[in-house]
């Protein structure tokens, strides 16, 4: 197994999982301060990735 290819992968993902949190958070932040109504509610909706990243 090339554990060193397994690691560069999970990096990225976790990366990723990162920016999508803290851009849900500022945009939410946002819309407090902007008065906007939250109660409608917001859904993202986040591809499944199929296969290995290169």
Known sequence: MDYKRMYFQLAAKVADAMDILLKA???TEQ?????ESL?????????????ECD
């Open 39 to 51: 109660s409608e509610g917001k859904v993202m909706v986040i591809p499944e990735e199929r296969g």
């Open 25 to 27: 958070q500022q945009e």
């Open 31 to 35: 819309e407090f301060m902007d008065g």
